[in-house]
């Protein structure tokens, strides 16, 4: 009874401690990516002056980009001009890395959404309908797909999806080209092959994570009450069962999109696709390390982020987390 | 008479080709209440959730027919079961807690069979639910179906789920062992309500139920008929007097005459104590100033002599097992001190010595989580021989026997995995691994409440003759007072964690007692069918006051104007101790 | 051994059909280079992506080398080094686990706060970095590939020490006065063997994955060794034709990775109903 009470009460703590949390992971996140990035071989200043540069000249730029400081020092700056939105220059394109970055992000939002728009209401179709017909083909059917389509590698999915819909049918083309003067219709039809080929990676494990939260849920006791007071089967799993496994629902959804962004870069390499993990590809390559870390930044936040409001809706969607 | 209510004929449900209950035949006339007893295991919840035409873990009706009203069950799809279920048969299920969803409001759990089934409006539903809620006797009937199922105590959601069950006043109830999960005070309420709404349902007319139980006494309370299965086979089956009073089968007959504990010999009572316990305070969380954030025990103190049984009885949450645990030093006290022998115990594990460890042996509330499953018998009880005593190879081969025989396990259990064992010798291998250690105190957790009450009390006596023969001193903790009461020569009472009463056994078994064991005693269903009728319902008015008596809100004896007012004061006589205004000893009393 | 075997002989369909996958493979990546029937770097095709023939069960490639000699190759790294990361990770993932949960307050925070920091940074991008920094030789990889996956094994198997540890037996041993490693080793782990043998399998198939995705995007493993990754890259030239030998090479991983997926599964307790 006491519960009604405290319920609402103790949940902002709640809310703020995890905020907190996730503030801090973060900040781990920054250090671990700064310190990684540190041991890459080579020198910016160097790189940047070439190989014809004499010691003296190398060493001047290098006091100039504060290169000599120790590493505190430099994180310390690297951390504040993070936080104010400025990420340095960019060492091979001799640009601010902020503008880059500003021309790829829309491209693989664009690129995430679209496929969240379409994986994540397939797989709940497929997870819930696995869960209902448990047991029965549709139940296995959907299993051995989903088991299958976890572990297919990317560039298998993406090469069979030219092979079929560019080479066979001549359908769509295997070259993602996206513009700003393309229209909506263009751009779909050209993004069409990397936006199939990331349903493909994603749909399979939110389905399964679906299916089993689902299935957890069935033995529970007061699934058979329901049920033995008359309510079908799927009424039981859709008004019973999803709100009390949203939380893990949702969480699978967070943590298959997080991936849509840092996890696309085989897809986005076969297609040509101009987003940002393959920007970040560049970025190792050529060894441009403030471009790597912003971009590395960009994805763990955005896994982070997820990972947040996942968190923040299981606690909505549980009366007893809730009133914990 | 007319043509019967129910009519069950040759029931078989099988999983597979391996039957659960086979040929079951019982009829019940409408408005009568049948109660199937058995123990675990025996098919009492299969038979009756047969009559719903469900079937548990893969099982089916594979023969036998089923008539409920004029309806057929057996054969029936699921679709056609639908729309009996919660409609003309209705069930109500064992814990409340788990069969009611956590995330979904109570009022839109209890109203939901009469929207399935399209009976009522909403709000025609609603109103009838707090009706409902009104007659079960629930607080707050208008706005308690607002609150979350954790927002209630197990009473009341018992209750509720009544109601649950009779919104669509249904020709048939079935009620799989409503109260085995509540505490006995809690019980008698919710028979109580039970009964008098099973009587007023179908407009006065009364339903006819189908009452699961394990406890003949609570059966004899709630039954017409009386049903008894035996490992899935109907035995016995005849009218609740006759049952109860001359029962015609062997397994009947020892069910009625269930074995009492007979009453052990006292130890010495001036022994010098191997155990005291002085002002324990603890609790779980962080502690500051010497109160843990959620306290739990409050100024526990008893001496326990050397080959001495001192009981510790108190509801579900007292804080039983967390003494057993500070005792054995897996939680550390706040306050106060164990002394061993008369020297005091370290509370943290860290800086207990090996001896230490030895001498205080915790045997476990449930054996199935208390043994590793990975684990053989073999293995589980060496080790602490090789522990403690060092003991390998064939000197320790020799001990696994001399223990397996000690506790009268087959020899041939030695090598199997524990998971193969049956739930008693489970608990034989749980207090073999405890003798293991030679131990001077054991510490005995409801070493039966996972029994069935014939194994139990094997379990029981084992430990009774252990304790003479090899004069271990043994604290005893159990909610089963008749056990307590003829175990132990001394008796703790727990109330909320406070130390209610010490009592020796021949006070504790006399007629006075502190106002808390007064209604513990009384709330224990005896095998007479009137006693619920004569038993008064439990009162609870306000909350409790820190630093008053815990008990007040609940207590039939308080004095107005002192109880409320003034904290308990310690009081002795008579072979008692408690706290409470009034006095323990008959001649303070004028 | 004699165990798992004739418990195989009893097995569904498809768990033998997956096993039979899985233990084909392991007996290509350890036989290869004796079936192989041509040098590995040898030119022996005139033609270039030449199609399925006798001479050439999966054609040439796109210098005209034998692209199943190539394959047979091309296995045993994929095979091992996927194995051997995901043993690694998984060892030290568990040990990390057991030490946090039966240690628990700070030591269980700062380990539990240093593998959520590693699992926010998504594990291809930890690889990418960690390779353009340290290098990508063989045993390199290996260790790069474990790192990016102790973290996952680090959370699963918190979490069954977790679920095991608040268990009665675990308080007895703690109550005989056991010590911690004795308890990690004889009462916890023998209780956790079996989902973790599941996820062992699921870390290699993601090893697999991943090592293969960096080969292919030339980060992997480095000429002259090439694993079925950098088959697929070097000849993606040939996707336009759909020649067997990119095809041959993706399709191989996917049959390895699959096959363990769909073992593990099958051979995982049904569940109840
Ligand atoms: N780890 C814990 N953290 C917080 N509170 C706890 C913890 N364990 C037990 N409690 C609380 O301490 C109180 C006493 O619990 P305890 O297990 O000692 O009761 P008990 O008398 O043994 O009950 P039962 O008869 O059900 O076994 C309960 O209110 C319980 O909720
Ligand atoms: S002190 Fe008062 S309220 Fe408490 S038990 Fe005694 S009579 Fe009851
Ligand atoms: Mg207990």
Sequence with gaps: MSGAKTGKASLWPMVARRVGSAALTLLLVSMVIFAIAGLLPGDAAQEALGQSATPEQVAALRHEMGLDQPAPVRYARWLSGMVQGDAGQSLVAGMPVGAIIAERLPNTLMLAGMTAVLAVPLALIMGITAAIRRGTWIDRAINLASLSMVALPEFLVATVGVLIFSVKLMWLPSIAMVSAEASWSDTLRSCALPILSLTVVVVAQMARMTRAAIADQLDRPYVEMARLKGASLSRVVLGHVLPNCLGPIVNAMALSLSYLMGGAIIVETIFNFPGLASLMVNAVTSRDMPLLQACAMIFCSAYLLLMLVADMVALLANPRLRAQ | MSAPHIEVSGLTVAVGDVPIVSDISFAVQRGEVLALIGESGSGKSTTALALMGWCRHGGRIASGTIRVGGMVIEGKSEEELSAIRGRHIAYIAQSAAAAFNPSRRIMAQVIEPAIIHRIMTRQEAEAKAVDLFRALALPSPETIGDRYPHQVSGGQLQRLMAAMALITDPELVILDEPTTALDVTTQVEVLKCFKAALAHCNHGRGATAIYVSHDLAVVAQMADRIAVLLKGRLVEEGPAEQVLTAPRDAYTQVLVNAPHPVPAAPAGDDAAPVLSVRGLTAGYGRVIDGMPQIPVLRDVAFDLPAGGALGIIGESGSGKSTLARVIAGLLPAAQGEVLLNGSALPPRLEDRSLDQFRTVQLVFQNADTALNPAHSVRRILARPLQHYHGLTGAAADRRVAELLDLTRLPAEVIDRPVTKLSGGQKQRVNLARALAAEPKVLLCDEVTSALDTVVGAAILSLIEDLRRDLGLATVFISHDIHAVSALCEKVLVLYGGTPVELATRAAFNGSRHHPYTSLLKSSLPTMDPRWLDTTRAPILRGFRVEGLCPFQPRCAEAVPGLCDAVPAPLREGDGMRWLCHHSPSIKEQA | ?273
């Excluded at chain 3, 399925?52 to 047979?72: E, P, Q």
Aim: charged letters at 15%; glycine letters at 10%.
């Design chain 3, 1 to 273: 051994m004699k165990r798992s075997i004739s418990l195989l002989a009893g097995a569904p369909l498809a768990t033998r059909i997956a096993a039979g996958f899985v233990g084909f493979w392991l007996v290509l990546a350890v036989a290869g280079p004796w079936v192989a029937p041509h040098p590995v770097g040898a030119f022996v095709d005139q033609d270039v992506f030449s199609g399925l023939s006798a001479r050439f069960w999966l054609g040439s490639d796109y210098l005209g080398r034998d692209v199943f000699s190539r394959l047979l190759y091309g296995a045993r790294y994929t095979v091992f080094l996927g194995l051997g990361a995901a043993l690694l990770a998984a060892c030290c993932g568990t040990t990390l686990a057991l030490w946090a949960t039966l240690s628990g307050g700070m030591v269980d925070e700062i380990i539990s706060r240093a593998m959520d920091t590693l699992i926010s940074i998504p594990s291809k991008i930890l690889a990418l970095v960690l390779v353009a920094a340290c290098g990508s030789s063989l045993p390199l990889l290996l260790l790069i590939c474990a790192l990016t996956y102790v973290p996952g094994n680090f959370r699963i198997a918190r979490a069954l020490a977790m679920n095991l540890a608040a268990l009665d037996f675990v308080a007895a041993a703690r109550a005989r006065g056991e010590r911690k490693f004795a308890i990690a080793l004889h009462e916890v782990l023998p209780n956790m063997i079996h989902p973790l043998l599941a996820d062992l399998g699921l870390r290699f198939v993601f090893v697999v994955l991943l090592l293969s995705g960096l080969s292919f995007l030339g980060l992997g493993v480095q000429p002259p060794y090439a694993d079925l990754g950098s088959l697929v890259r070097e000849n993606i030239s040939g996707l336009t034709e759909g020649a067997p030998a990119i095809l041959a090479p993706a399709l191989a991983i996917a049959v390895l990775t699959v096959g363990t997926n769909l073992l593990i599964d099958a051979l995982k307790p049904e569940d109840k109903r």
